[in-house]
């Protein structure tokens, strides 16, 4: 893919998606520019490619950073604690 303006990213993420055994490899995305951006996307999640599965050998142009991190949700299965206090003092 070379050369292009997204004018619209949508509403749910893109997807890079082979299958065990059936890899997606040697893509190339080459001047991808997204939306409200007037430089090119350097990496998937820039181009909101947030679905990847069973890939290997992907290449952006003409500058690629390497992927941030996935997000870890650390209070996932957690205990929680609510309070309709907002610690506010009450002035008297």
Known sequence: MKDITVRDAGESFAKIKGM???MITGLTFENVYMPGSSTPARTLQEMNF???EHYSGV???PI???EPRPLTN???HRPTVASSNDGAAKVV
């Open 74 to 76: 650390l209070a996932l």
């Open 59 to 61: 290449t952006i142009k």
């Open 20 to 22: 065990e055994g059936a």
């Open 64 to 66: 690629q950073n390497d």
């Open 50 to 52: 947030l679905n990847k």
